[in-house]
């Protein structure tokens, strides 16, 4: 042991000769590197947000490659560790260095954009893998590699401590996105701004590994070989059985498939925006964070039966929304069972830690875990699932890990009642979270598919025992409903009813025009359909095949009430953009995926898009009905960026139960239409504000449009 000792001792003094402010460079590289490494995902995933119709699979599919990237960093740095010399560690990531720097900047090209045809989800993963593949994987490689050698060459500093330092640097690249770098800097500023930040990191890396090296060669000269002390060889005795390392595995996927399913359920209702895609991963890192630096603080006694009723919680919101009213507090109710879960499973990965000689082999496996979850929501759910059920995957493996960690503890446990009740709390979670989908399942059910885009249900109902009527819903919301009498099959119901903004338009348009040519984006079922006379043209965009084939399959407007219907598939402002002016006589803008909103088609760059393809009077009518947002002012905004005049028109719920509630905004530049008395009738009905708020593609402000 003496020998040990004084090892380390002139193995310090060696190092300290070499330079007292290696540690801090230590620190700021892997403070960087990490920072960067979290900062690129919410800026790159907004800038394709638009290429692939705004759906929230768009950011789950991006983390998707992020985490495979990072475990390819944490491969990478493992077996640079295991099989290769310092001096050849050091000078082939050297060499990867110089050649990242090739592929700066990392904004991707309009080649990129896909035509209509692809399947998005692999053309997102070979776009980041392209052009931005290895700056991400060497970044993610950054932590280990440096906690390695620091657990070679400088054994009296604890290197776990720079895992918590990288995860609170990841902290920070996240929340300055949303609320200092988005509002503050366009897209491609961003992009420049990372890419110089980048080449700061390179030029950081190089010196610190100059610095290894020339303690490498005074360690050589010193005679001080760490690989072969007592130490290392009792480390190598202490190598992790395969059990705990698929423990490792466990308790990584965990969390990861939860946040994703998570983030997936808030964006389908509200945005897919930065603000919620960021929140549930800071919430992924804090714990990390906490579990990491601060284990002590943790009521670890506890833990389990917290994470086993937060599981209970979360699976009753998602099962039956509406048992909180307000959006705000289910954000907050969802993130505060997603953190405690979270909490529970680093914190028992924290446990589990091994020694540091095998620090990046445990690395490896959380990050094996982490985008082994990942994969699970962003690619394989909602091929395997007709609906939104991975998060009940992620609670059910939740509630049994904590089974799996309190079973052998239940000897420590003091009596007979807190053995019971740390046993008893998961076993009750897990049959809970496995009975929630059944009995949320809709019972009146005729079809329930998924794709990239999102999961569909077409549901029917009855009245006095024969079929009334049928209906398309997307998450939680109705997207269209079709009346099933013969004599009602062309009635426009839902939002499009004759009382609605719709209606009023289309009644004034037809009278004066005998025959009109009709953009729509979002196709739905096809109700706008039911207002096209013979001389009439409809051209619907439509994002979603699958949502074609059942607008033709389960419901019959585009078939049975209009002559001359075309559906173009692909996201319609791509489309748009590279089409001809198609001198619409009216634009109808109704693309909502749930309540989520397609930001990238209420822009001021969206909206010149729009004017393009109007004829020479044409207008537009907007559908901006949210039970969150509050999206009169965008849509000011927007119609005043493009000369337009708007109105807003309310409709209310009628005596049918199938007509819903609207809200509609006109835009025109003719006055005689905005001053007809039935489009008064229907301004009326709905405050009209005065307050503009200016979405760009650069931009959007999630937070001053949300419903008081």
Known sequence: MDTVTDTGTDATAVLDGVSRWWLWLDAFVVFLGAFLLFLIQPAYSKFILPW??????????????????????????????????????????????????????????????????DAPGWRILAMLVVTLGMPYMLLAATSPLVQAWIARYRRQIVPYRLFSLSNLASLLGLLSYPFLI???????????????????????????MGVTAVAVRKQAASGIAADTSHEDLAEEQERPAWQTQALWVALAACPSMLFLATTQHLTLDVAPVPFLWVLP??????????????????????????????????????????????????????????????????????????VPRHLTRFYLMTALGGALGGSFVGLVAHRIFHGHYEIYVGLGLCTALVLLVEWPRRDRRQGDFEVTFSLAAPLFATALVITLPFLSANRSQMRAERNFFGALRVVEGSEHGLPAWRQLDHGTTKHGVQLLAPSRKCQAVAYYSNDSGVGRLMAVLQE???????????????????????????????????IERIAREDFSFLSECAQHVQVRLGDARVQMESEAPNAYSVLFVDAFSGDSIPTHLLTREAFAVYTRHLAANGVMLVNISNRYLDLRPVVRASAASAGFDVVFLGSQRGADDQVFDAVWALLARDPAIISDVSIRVAAGRTPQPKEEVLWTDDFSNLFRVMEK
């Not at 985490?67 to 099989?83: D, E, K, P, S, T």
């Not at 050649?99 to 990392?106: H, Y």
């Not at 833990?303 to 099962?319: D, K, M, N, P």
């Open 52 to 117: 692939f119709g705004g759906v929230p699979l768009v950011w789950a599919t991006a983390l998707v490659f992020f985490q495979c990237a990072l475990l390819a960093g944490y491969a990478y740095a493992h077996l640079l560790n295991r099989r290769l010399a310092p001096r050849y560690q050091l000078g082939l990531h050297c060499l990867l260095l110089l050649v990242s720097l090739t592929f700066l900047p990392v904004m991707p090209g309009e080649q990129w954009k896909p035509s209509g045809g």
């Open 182 to 208: 988005e509002p503050a800097i366009g897209l491609e500023l961003q992009f420049t701004v990372w890419s110089r930040a980048y080449g700061l990191y390179a030029v950081a890396m190089a010196l610190l």
């Open 281 to 354: 991963l800071v919430l992924y890192l804090l714990t990390f964070v906490i579990c990491f630096e601060f284990p002590h603080f943790l009521p670890q006694r506890l833990l389990g039966f917290l994470s086993s009723a937060a599981a209970t919680l979360v699976g009753l919101l998602v099962a039956m929304p509406y048992l909180v009213p307000d959006f705000r507090l289910e954000i907050v109710a969802l993130c505060g069972g997603l953190f405690v879960m979270m909490l529970f499973c680093h914190a028992e990965l924290y446990d589990r830690r091994p």
């Open 512 to 546: 004066r025009h005998p025959a009109l040519r009709v953009g729509v984006i979002g196709l739905g079922i096809g109700t706008l359909a039911a207002y096209a006379r013979p001389a009439d043209e409809f051209v619907f965009y439509e994002i979603n095949p699958l």
